[in-house]
């Protein structure tokens, strides 16, 4: 399905995958028309067919929403169940990024190296930084609120990861499985 071309999707036939059932034996055969998925999972992130990438975008954003809410109840929690005079320092801006910097920085760059377009990573940062300003309470400008946490740029951690990955893929250490198992077998001797 990943290879099907439009044209060759526009000249199929049957135009829909089936499933022809035999049961029960008394009745003829019925045809069941399957639907092919707007999106699919696979290892947690979200693909849609031709792999543009949208779907796994808007899921990173909705993810990053929704952790939002988890970092905005523990905060909550910490400001109102402890006792007056520890209030001022649980809620306090350093322990409030603390809480946050785990919960979502880390989902939003787990999944980085896939995002093909500049403006998919434009999109996820904004949600986080919005993330991020909600959580403290402090709308700056999103690269000064960046610059200020140290949190670098996800454009230069989507590169990192790739580097990464693309190093992984090409060194091999003498004491990895794979070296060993890449070595020749035949030793010439001279």
Known sequence: ???????????????????????????????????????????????????????????????INATYQTVAAVAHSLRYDSSATDRGIRSSPYILCRIWRPCVLGFATENLRYLVINAQIDAVERTLIHSLQRTLHCFTSRHITMIELGIPPLILQQELHLVALQFRYTVLHTNTIAKKTLQPKVQISM
């Open 1 to 63: 399905m990943f290879y099907e071309t439009f044209p060759k999707r526009v000249t199929r036939f049957p135009s829909t995958f089936h499933i022809t059932t035999r049961f029960p034996l008394s009745q003829p055969p019925r045809t069941l028309p399957l639907k092919e998925p707007l999106t699919f999972k696979y290892l947690g992130l979200t693909f849609h067919p031709y792999l543009t990438m949208k779907a796994a975008m808007k899921h990173i954003c909705r993810k």
